[in-house]
Nanobody
Framework: EVQLQASGGGLVQAGGSLRLSCEMS????????IGWFRQAPGKEREGVSC????????FYADSVKGRFTVSSDNAKNTVYLQMNSLKPEDTADYYC??????????????????????WGKGTQVTVSS
């Protein structure tokens, strides 16, 4: 059974940084697309960033472009989300999810066009003003 473990959330002041990590317990890590999603209270879930382990393609939501960077360490089956210049509106529960890379284009996974196969538990990010 595939397991995803997200970590790195916390409380930070506006303008600060956090780095989230998502470790996947799956030897076929390189065949997946890993996505970061977030959900704030009373709001719909948003695809923040996705990265394909197959071709390295990335996608960022407009709300985080230029501030967040997704990367991976294939040797550790881990994907990172570096979040800089954090804003109060970034406050949410952040989840990592994985899907087999069956369609080229990370944006399809973040947008929900391609359903994610596995979800990890969330890690909370709170940005104070």
């Amino acid at each position: 059974e595939v397991q995803l473990q997200a970590s790195g959330g916390g409380l930070v002041q506006a303008g600060g940084s956090l780095r989230l990590s998502c470790e996947m317990s799956e030897s076929t890590f390189g065949e997946h697309v890993i996505g970061w999603f977030r959900q704030a209270p009373g709001k719909e879930r948003e695809g923040v960033s996705c990265i394909s382990m197959r071709d390295g393609g990335t996608f960022y939501a407009d709300s985080v472009k230029g501030r967040f960077t997704v990367s991976s360490d294939n040797a550790k089956n881990t994907v990172y989300l570096q979040m800089n210049s954090l804003k109060p509106e970034d406050t949410a529960d952040y989840y990592c999810a994985a899907a087999m890379a069956r369609l080229t284009g990370s944006r399809y996974y973040c947008s929900g066009y391609v359903m994610m196969d596995y979800w990890g538990k969330g890690t909370q990010v709170t940005v104070s003003s």
